[in-house]
């Protein structure tokens, strides 16, 4: 089942700036920490950024790097109407990532620190792959 589109295109080419992508990586690590250091403040505060993240920053005035492809990839997958979630690559590693996010997110609550760790470079490395399956995508889908 494909997700609908949630954001405009604006907001996509916008999202596609790779400081847009380094910024949520650097993000993600900051929740868990926030979360581990149970400092809700600050982790209202990088929610409030990952929300935001994808207009924060103007569209790029260039594409062809590996995060802006990632992201321009990623719209075309979701236009074409493939899922995001699935049990095909590489929609499985959406589906694999989540439930370990939300595991990643339990253990840095509860204070596991090896379990926070594995979690996060597990989940980083599923989404590195993710992004680098949606740059393939958008640059055959270029010829």
Not at 99 to 113: E, G, H, I, K, V
């Amino acid at each position: 089942m494909a997700i609908r589109n949630p954001m405009s295109e604006r907001a996509w080419r916008r999202h596609a700036n790779p400081w847009s992508g380094v910024s949520r990586m650097l993000a993600g690590a900051t929740l868990l920490l926030a979360l581990y250091r149970h400092a809700w403040k600050r982790l209202g505060a990088v929610i409030a950024f990952l929300v935001l993240n994808p207009v924060l920053f103007p569209e790029p005035e260039r594409t062809d790097n590996w995060l802006s492809e990632g992201v321009l990839g990623e719209r075309a997958w979701i236009a074409d109407g493939n899922p995001m979630f699935g049990t095909r690559y590489p929609a499985i590693l959406n589906a694999v990532n989540v439930p370990l996010y939300c595991y990643t997110l339990y253990a840095a609550y509860r204070q596991y620190p090896v379990r926070t760790l594995a979690g996060f470079c597990l989940t980083f490395a599923l989404k590195m792959l993710f992004v680098d399956a949606m740059g393939r995508y958008y640059r055959d889908d270029l010829r």
